[in-house]
């Protein structure tokens, strides 16, 4: 290999390799790293600022005046400007430069599938290829026949492919026939297969396009959330990441939450608004996609959809109806492929549909896609994974057995039944710190505040119980603080005052939402509490906690404890994935196993009813408490609060 | 089982089980034996004429007119009018009350597959069940879900059909969900599914329908000829045929042979008039069936066809250009399944069309059939497989190799290129006896002739040198014989003359048309010899022969040895089969075990290219002498000819 260069992005941390010549922001793009380049490179924007950490870079005077001396000095570039020399380098990204999706999204911290040629080096203990996407292309170039080698089209088309995969069975649609003799003979026998991949032993072809179309084949994996629809655009050759984008689902405006939207489809609606909405919205999203990489939609041959049994059947245009009364009956669990564009999804014309598989009318496609993502249904540890969102998933289990239940937590986390909640988008307070009466603030975009999104308000109330503004009961008690007032006789936290925020309304926290979040977080704590002990077990028996939930990029697992949200055991046992709907969705668009493998984990998986158990109402009060009304439940809050306090008294 | 009684046809020698009080009519349609009916069994038409030769019948007095005194002493009833007592019967079937198109048609010996119940005896040496049809109907009684049984529609469907399959993977059609849920509530959780056998591992739910509609499961087995298209209905519950239909295949007049119609395809005539002139040839015929069994054409869900190279792309819609100029590519060989719909041929929305497999431009799906329905790749007995029609297809091989060749055997044995040929249907001469001056003939039907089909030339040939009339080159010798005359030069011998015939036009041979007759018969014994020798083998090494060919009801094997169209072998080594294209076409509609053997076939069978092999056209001038220029390949025909010379002296 010629002179390769290791780029380092911060804080990511990923490395990759790259020539001399190339520019920073193309080499993030390669890396799955999101940019903000609203000029797409021509230096006129000045948004794609980078910190060179180490290393140096040529830096085009063209995007000089975007930049003042001080930053000069600190070793800010613009992306798009900096071109790599012949030396590694390390880089920071400022949050002000990454895209505005990509803060509220949905990052996930789900392991990459190789492209083929990174896999051949350790030795896979997995008995199939782990990397086979679901559909893919393959480039043909045939012999031409003679008298001697007379095999026909379609024959000579298998034998191709069954040399360059063997021991695959080949099948192909009837509709391949179609003009084939035309197009092999005017394409001088050079032809690309979209191929799907039935499973690893069986591959179909599904269309044959002329020439080689290898370099444009493109899956988008979806996370059809109730709120929130983010899709990924994933480079099928190199398994690369290369564009994501979110936004609200449009279904909204039928009703906020699932109940209100299958009372709509059900009643004089009916099913149809919601299904356009659904795939409006995706459509979209992938429009976004697919100018923001410069590609065609016809270069998109596979989706994937990971979202719960309603979203899912609402997506498919499948009445939800049975799901909402009892005995709560799913039309189906794990789904057939469809073809896209049956389904209204814009992409190539023979681009297929996969769902993620659904567990029942309570545990969908999102939750196996979670398993499938964060790869617990392959250890032997015990582990739990918590999916916080509108209902707070919980899965519990490891290679043998997996048990899921699922609690409803109400809006809060993602940013409803608050005051000033907001999806985790640009002005959101995600990050709160208060000393004494400092209090400083972090917002997404770090711009001014415009609300508080999920990761905000734990960190908030985790840092008004820790400087004593509220009680354990979540009630407050120092009314005096400076950032404290009453409004109508409900006290609230002022984080930024009228003056501070972006849109001149004070963003605050009041203790009715406190109230609603600690709800929420019990809710969520009693379910998991009540499920492993269902199971004979305790959360000190874990051995690994997986949380996700879109939460941006990061959710603070300490004070998440110290509130009580999540359980307190040991930190390195605990790790947040993010977005593991999305994750889990892109697993299987990359790998047909995957998907398989999720199939088999919905099979697998057992629900736990818990509303009809009769120690979750118990648990549920017990858990309405900061962290918990049994402090033995937290010792390392309790010990901190201890400390704390005993500090305090000292400095008294 | 209560009281069965046995029902025996003649001349079929067919048997079947039926219960006091069925009608004979009824019970014939069962044993897949069609008896005119024109009334529909109203018993006021007299059409389905049977002579009850031994047991006894209920013979209602309603259909007494019809028949005379001497009939009633013979023991003639009407098959509708006739109600099976308590005692096994045996009937025969005269010629005049079959239906027209049975006579012209394409009977086949080939072993029918019997229906699951009646496998279950022997022990079946096949690893994968036999009978298993291509596409069939299930019928599911779903337990209604509740709290505890909560699996989806989908999955409820699943595990039905795993509990009546195991064994089986069972897979959807996405289509399948659409209303699913509907569906299921709205028919108390009755539906039937429409299944496609993929293999005896993998089926596929292609769609549901509302309650038990098992019973109207039809398949269309089609042999598409070039100049003859024959349909047949079986009832995929039963494995029985329940109707049978055949007509000239409307291409026609785009041309009379292959190669032709290929030039008006690739030419400005294009491939829709072609494809279209098939498809309403085979809707025709199944429109006719259809009304003939009482059905529903949605009663249809599965057809099978095969064809030529040729037929079978233009029935597809596939250009078959490649075909016919060097190096003779194929679209496709082996033929992905299609939506019958999607080809244009009308049946039950979702039924689908198989194709028999192809080997090369040369040898169809016909062939592959032909060998299917004998079964010659099973044994380990060297076979012989002659399909004679416009094309001598000849297959050589056993359990281990099969080769083929085709040789050109121009349309005498299809009734076109002689005076007074004609199809195989009503009046055609089938049968002809010559002692001296007397003159015997059967016509088909039983009516005045109207001309001669290709087994009553062969019948007249073989008489005609026996007899001395004309000599082993085809020429008249015995132009003094009461049935011979010339017209403008040319001797010919006439079977029926003006007055005898039902058109007023006489029946005649021409010196001409044994000429024709000569070139056809010397190029596919020839053709066997060719390809025998190529092999290192004899014809006296084959170990069975069988003959196949739409000649109607029968060849006459002795007389076809006698005038040297095939090799002198012993006759029990020599098996008359049919319609074999029509009978594999059968196999593959009842067995998806047969339909892949057909595909394995296809694969392993080498053509062996006659036209390039250097002593063919030494074999063909060879072969132009009746029996053959070589007496010594013929010693039975010697043997009987100085015989009959040594008894002709004796009497003289
Ligand atoms: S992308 Fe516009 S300045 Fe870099
Ligand atoms: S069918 Fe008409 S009389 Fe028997």
Redesign the pocket.
């Known amino acids: 290999m010629a002179n390769r260069i290791k780029v380092t992005f911060q804080p990511e941390n990923r490395v990759v390799e790259a020539g001399p010549g190339e520019t920073l922001?193309d080499v993030a793009a390669l890396a799955g790293i999101y940019?903000?380049?609203?000029?797409?490179?021509?230096?006129?924007?000045?948004?794609?600022r980078l910190k060179v950490l180490s290393g140096e870079v040529e830096f085009s005077s063209r995007?000089i005046g975007?930049l003042d001396r001080k930053e000069v000095d600190e070793g800010y570039v613009?992306?798009?400007?900096s071109t790599l020399k012949d030396r590694d380098v390390e880089v920071w990204i400022p949050p002000e430069s990454r895209r505005e999706e990509e803060q509220i999204l949905m990052v996930d911290n789900i392991v990459q599938y190789g492209a083929p040629s990174s896999q051949e080096a350790g030795a896979a203990p997995v008995p199939v290829p782990y990397y086979e996407p679901l559909c893919h292309k393959v480039f043909l170039k045939l012999p031409e026949p003679t008298l001697k080698d007379n095999l026909s089209d379609l024959e000579r088309i298998y034998r191709a492919l069954a040399q360059k995969f063997p021991d695959v069975k080949w099948e192909a649609d009837f509709a391949c026939l179609r003009n084939l003799a035309r197009l092999l003979r005017d394409n001088h026998w050079e032809v690309t297969a979209l191929v799907h991949a039935l499973d690893s032993h069986c591959h179909h072809v599904r269309s044959l396009e002329p020439g080689d179309t290898t370099r444009n084949a493109y899956g988008v994996a979806v996370d059809v959330g109730t709120t929130t629809i983010v899709a990924q655009l994933v480079d099928l050759k190199s398994s690369q990441v290369v564009g994501v984008e979110a936004s609200h689902n449009q279904q909204a405006r039928y009703g906020e939450d699932v109940i209100s939207r299958m009372i709509y489809a059900c009643g004089h609606g009916g099913l149809d608004p919601l299904k356009n909405a659904v795939v409006t919205t995706i459509n979209t999203l992938v429009n976004s996609l697919v100018a923001g990489a410069g590609i065609q939609h016809t270069d998109i041959i596979s989706f994937v959809a990971a979202g719960n049994t309603t979203m899912t059947h609402l997506l498919l245009g499948l009445e939800p109806c049975t799901i909402r009364l009892e005995p709560y009956i799913p039309t189906a669990t794990r789904i057939p492929w469809a073809r896209a564009a049956e389904v209204g999804l814009t992409g190539h014309p023979d681009a297929l549909l996969h769902c993620m598989p659904c567990v029942s009318s309570y545990v969908g496609g999102d939750i196996t896609a979670g398993v499938l993502a964060c790869g617990m249904n392959d250890s032997p540890q015990l582990s739990a994974l918590i999916d916080i969102g509108t209902n707070g998933e919980i899965v519990v289990g490891n290679n043998e057995w997996l048990v899921c239940c699922s609690a409803s937590a109400g809006p809060a986390f993602e940013g409803g039944g608050t005051k000033c909640g907001m999806r985790a988008t640009k002005g959101a307070v995600q990050k709160v710190r208060i000393r004494g009466d400092r209090l400083e603030i972090q917002t997404i975009g770090g711009g001014k505040a415009r609300g508080i999104c999920g990761s905000g308000l734990i960190d908030c109330m985790a840092e008004l119980v820790a400087e004593g503004i509220i009680d354990q009961s979540g009630k407050f008690v120092r009314l005096d603080h400076p950032r404290v007032r009453e409004v109508d006789g409900v006290p609230e936290f002022v984080l930024a005052k009228e003056t501070e925020s972006e849109t001149g309304e004070p963003v605050v926290i009041t203790e009715d939402d406190i109230g609603n979040l600690m709800k929420s977080k019990a809710a969520v704590l009693a379910a998991m509490k009540v499920l492993l002990e269902s199971l004979g077990l305790r959360f000190s028996d874990l051995d690994r906690l997986y949380v996700a939930g879109g939460f941006g990029a990061h959710l603070d697992i300490e004070k998440s404890i110290r509130i009580g949200l999540l359980p307190d055991v040991p930190r390195e046992k605990v790790l947040f994935i993010g977005n593991s709907s999305l994750g889990g969705a892109r697993q299987a668009l990359l790998s047909t196993h995957a998907y398989r493998k999720a199939n088999a984990i919905a099979r697998q998986m057992t629900y736990f009813e818990l509303s009809v158990h009769p120690g979750f109402m118990d648990e549920f009060v017990a858990a309405l408490f900061l962290p918990h009304t049994d402090q033995s439940l937290f010792p390392s809050v309790q010990e901190a609060l201890k400390n704390r306090q005993r500090e305090e008294a000292l400095l008294k």
């Open positions: 922001l940019i903000n380049s609203l000029c797409g490179g021509q230096g006129v924007c000045g948004k794609c995007g975007f613009l992306a798009c400007q």
